[in-house]
């Protein structure tokens, strides 16, 4: 069984998420925010890490940074709507910094599955 953990401040994406993976056959916890996706971190194991870069609080980028230090054989997929800049900027800042796939908003949930089992296999 796959563990991942879904980061995005937003509720309704990060739920809809969840149960599209989880229709898939992977396990999943969500978190809303960088300081709760670091506090689950510590406390559970995951296989995965899906996140955000724009979130509140912890921005993505810090998130992957502590991944790539505590926890450098969790794979890493990072995804960005972009915000104020374009995701291509934001995506590649994140590939530099030690994630292991980027996907840009809106994506297709069965291109986040081929990611996923790309990144895992």
């Known amino acids: ?13 990060a739920a809809e998420m969840k149960f599209l993976l989880q229709e898939n056959g992977f396990e999943v916890v969500t ?14 194991k995951f296989d995965l890490v899906i996140t955000d870069l724009l979130l509140i609080k912890t921005h993505g980028m810090e998130v992957i ?9 969790v794979k890493i997929i990072t ?12 995506l590649e800042a994140a590939r530099l910094i030690g ?16 990611e996923i089992e790309r990144v895992i296999a």
């Open 65 to 73: 940074l502590h991944m790539r230090e505590f926890y450098p054989k």
């Open 99 to 114: 994630s292991d796939s980027c996907l840009a908003k809106p994506f297709q949930v069965s291109e986040l599955i081929s």
């Open 79 to 90: 995804i960005s709507g972009g915000g104020w800049a374009s995701s291509h900027l934001h």
């Open 31 to 44: 978190a809303n925010d960088g300081d709760l996706a670091l506090r689950i971190l510590k406390e559970q």
């Open 1 to 13: 069984m796959t563990w991942i953990l879904f980061i995005d401040d937003d509720p309704s994406f």
